[in-house]
């Protein structure tokens, strides 16, 4: 029984630092939004999760080399559309540039990395919400 209650407490935990760590990282997240000038392409902060996804260009987004620069490219956020109507489904549409990434402040292109993380942080969950949505409409499965 112990063991049960342990599992139960850690579980409780777990979920619980989960939901503080998505609500410090959405106050980040629009804090960069607004300091990246995003609105002016995007609208409304909240409008920002009508992307599919938000990739970057010119600086490497892989785990192992998080943040690294291509010398030579052109820094820039893009985001990624989906439109069932349209003859071509997605759309990109460049959220920002910045031009010559090696040329880019350092502090900015950390925050613009941060940006990109934060985001798909959040849509993961938002997605995560999506999907547990979708089951909880679909008839039970008797074991």
Do not use: C
Not at 82 to 98: F, G, M, P, T
């Amino acid at each position: 029984m112990s063991s049960a209650l342990e599992r139960l407490k850690e579980l409780t935990s777990k979920i619980s630092s989960y939901e503080l760590a998505r609500k410090e990282n959405l106050r980040t997240l629009e804090a960069l939004f607004n300091t990246l000038e995003l609105g002016e392409k995007v609208g409304a902060f909240h409008d920002v999760f009508d992307f599919k996804a938000i990739n970057l260009s010119g600086i490497s987004l892989s785990e192992e080399e998080i943040g690294t620069i291509k010398e030579g490219k052109y820094l820039q956020i893009i985001g990624i559309k989906y439109d069932k109507e349209a003859k071509v489904k997605n759309r990109n549409i460049s959220l920002a540039y910045y031009g010559r990434v090696e040329k880019v402040d350092a502090d900015l292109r950390n925050m613009i990395v941060k940006f990109i993380i934060a985001w798909r942080f959040e849509k993961s969950f938002r997605t995560l919400e999506h999907y547990y949505t979708m089951l909880e409409r679909l008839p039970k499965v008797e074991d």
